[in-house]
T-cell receptor, first 116, second 108 residues
Framework: SAVISQKPSRDICQRGTSLTIQCQVDSQVTMMFWYRQQPGQSLTLIATANQGSEATYESGFVIDKFPISRPNLTFSTLTVSNMSPEDSSIYLC?????????????FGQGTRLTVV | SQQGEEDPQALSIQEGENATMNCSYKTSINNLQWYRQNSGRGLVHLILIRSNEREKHSGRLRVTLDTSKKSSSLLITASRAADTASYFCASGFQKLVFGTGTRLLVSP
C-alpha cells in the first residue's frame, strides 16, 4: 500500500490566479497520476508524472494550463494556471503499487478548489 | 469515451438492507477496483478483484466479476448509515478509467 499526503485540502481562489497542489508519498514510486473530478462527476485523468521527464498529458489537458513537476520519486506538484470558475473541481493525486493483476491504485485526500 | 458506466446512479435504502451496485467497463482488464468517496473527498480503496477471479469477499463487501460481459457488481450487506458515500469502479493497468459512480444513501 501507499500513504499519500496531499495539500492544500481546499482553497478558494480568484479567477486569473494560479494554485499549486502538492502530493507527497511515503515510498518511492515511478509514476504519479493527477486526476480531476468536476462537481457531481467521476474522475478524469489529467496527466502522468514521471520522475526525470516531462509529464504525459491526456487528451484535453495541456501543460500550459496544468504544469506538473516531479523533482524526485516521492513528490509531485500540479499547478492550475490562470484559473476560471470552470476549474472548480476536486484534484487528486494517485500512485500505483504492485504489478500485473495485483496492481492497486491509492489516492490522496484531494484538493477541493473553488474559483470565484 | 472509454469511461465505464455504473448503475444505479443513485440508491437510497434503509439501514440493515443490502445495496448492490453494478459496473460495466469497455476494455480488457488485469483487475478491477472499487473505491468509496465520502463527501467529495479522497478515494478509499475498498477491494480489488483480479481478472481470473469471479468473486471476492471482504467483510460486508462482496464483489463479482464477469469478464465475458465486462461487468462487475459490488454488494454491501447489512448496510449502515456510515456507508453513505459515492462508490466508483475503476479499471486499467496504471492509468485508471473510472465508472460514473453510484451515490448511496443509507437512512437510519
Amino acid at each position: 500500500s501507499a500513504v499519500i499526503s496531499q495539500k492544500p485540502s481546499r482553497d478558494i481562489c480568484q479567477r486569473g490566479t494560479s494554485l499549486t497542489i502538492q502530493c507527497q508519498v511515503d515510498s518511492q514510486v515511478t509514476m504519479m497520476f493527477w486526476y480531476r473530478q468536476q462537481p457531481g462527476q467521476s474522475l478524469t485523468l489529467i496527466a502522468t508524472a514521471n520522475q526525470g521527464s516531462e509529464a504525459t498529458y491526456e487528451s484535453g489537458f495541456v501543460i500550459d494550463k496544468f504544469p506538473i513537476s516531479r523533482p524526485n520519486l516521492t513528490f509531485s506538484t500540479l499547478t492550475v494556471s490562470n484559473m476560471s470558475p470552470e476549474d472548480s473541481s476536486i484534484y487528486l493525486c494517485s500512485v500505483v503499487t504492485g504489478t500485473g493483476r495485483n496492481t492497486e491504485a491509492f489516492f490522496g485526500q484531494g484538493t477541493r478548489l473553488t474559483v470565484v | 469515451s472509454q469511461q465505464g458506466e455504473e448503475d444505479p446512479q443513485a440508491l437510497s435504502i434503509q439501514e440493515g438492507e443490502n445495496a448492490t451496485m453494478n459496473c460495466s467497463y469497455k476494455t480488457s482488464i488485469n483487475n478491477l477496483q472499487w473505491y468509496r468517496q465520502n463527501s467529495g473527498r479522497g478515494l478509499v480503496h475498498l477491494i480489488l478483484i483480479r481478472s481470473n477471479e469471479r468473486e471476492k469477499h471482504s467483510g460486508r463487501l462482496r464483489v463479482t466479476l464477469d469478464t465475458s460481459k465486462k461487468s462487475s457488481s459490488l454488494l454491501i450487506t447489512a448496510s449502515r448509515a456510515a456507508d453513505t458515500a459515492s462508490y466508483f469502479c475503476a479499471s486499467g493497468f496504471q492509468k485508471l478509467v473510472f465508472g460514473t459512480g453510484t451515490r448511496l444513501l443509507v437512512s437510519p
